[in-house]
Structure formats: structure tokens, C-alpha cells
């Protein structure tokens, strides 16, 4: 099964490592697909910024594994508040 494209931006991407996703209820493989990198995850949110600046819609946030989100993607949330 070959690994299934996110999307930065409108764009499909692919990142680094792979990840299987599991049916929920018998774990049986249904799908793969690759792990963004940080570049790729700093890009989404740019273009999710870029898109709340010309829409006013509000931008969805998750944290990252520390609790938190890069110094570099609070910087870009705040500009588009």
C-alpha cells in the first residue's frame, strides 16, 4: 500500500516516516501516509494565518508533542490575530 499525500496549503505533500492508520475497531491496516516535517507543519500554518487575514474565520490550533507550538508559529498566529 503506498503511502496516501497530506496537504500544505492546497498542495499535496509528503513528509518523512511513514505512518499506518488502523481501522478503529480491528486495527487492521486501512491506509499509510507520511509524518509532516516541521517545515511542512510551519507552512500549513502560514497558509492557515494567511487564509484567517483574508476570510476573518478563526485558525484551529493543536499542540505539539511538548504542549506547545514553535516559536516560530506563535509568531505567525499572533501576526494574524
Same mark, same amino acid.
Given at each position: 500500500?503506498?503511502?496516501r499525500a497530506f496537504f500544505v496549503a492546497g498542495r499535496p505533500a509528503h513528509g518523512e516516516g511513514e505512518l499506518t492508520v488502523t481501522h478503529p475497531y480491528d486495527? &487492521?491496516?486501512?491506509? &499509510? +501516509? +507520511?509524518l509532516a516535517t516541521p517545515d511542512q507543519v510551519e507552512a500549513a500554518v502560514a497558509a492557515a494565518a494567511a487564509a484567517r487575514k483574508s476570510t476573518g474565520e478563526p485558525i484551529a490550533t493543536c499542540p505539539g508533542a511538548d504542549?506547545?507550538?514553535s516559536a516560530a508559529t506563535a509568531r505567525t498566529?499572533?501576526?494574524?490575530s
Open positions: 500500500m503506498e503511502p486495527g &487492521r491496516p486501512v491506509g &499509510r +501516509t +507520511t504542549g506547545g507550538v498566529m499572533a501576526a494574524a
